[in-house]
């Protein structure tokens, strides 16, 4: 059996470590789909014209808060990270 030195398996081991904690760090991650500006460009072409907050959700989804259309009308509204499309919108009363 080789022998191999002690310096040598700690750094396989940390090398190992390295790449197990980074990979799962940035799989599934996509510029276009987490990118605030491509969300904002999709509700000025759904006719929101000023929104209070946009979150990015861990499942997978945009949460918009207090979305104004140009009528005046607010809506709170989900849109799914990707295609963007419309999940949940509910209007707010006031």
């Excluded at 750094?11 to 799962?24: E, G, R």
């Excluded at 918009?64 to 989900?78: C, E, K, P, S």
């Excluded at 990707?82 to 006031?94: A, P, Y």
């Amino acid at each position: 059996m080789t022998k191999v030195s002690r310096i040598v398996r700690l750094a396989c081991a940390a090398t190992a470590i390295a790449l197990a904690t980074a990979v799962p760090a940035s799989a599934g991650h996509d510029e276009v789909q987490d990118d605030p500006a491509v969300v904002a460009e999709r509700l000025h072409r759904m006719g929101f014209v000023e929104w209070r907050k946009l979150s990015w959700d861990r499942h997978g989804f945009w949460k918009i808060d207090d979305a104004r259309r140009q009528n005046g009308h607010v809506y709170d509204l989900t849109l799914e990270a990707g295609s963007f499309d419309l999940v949940r919108l509910n209007r707010e009363r006031g």
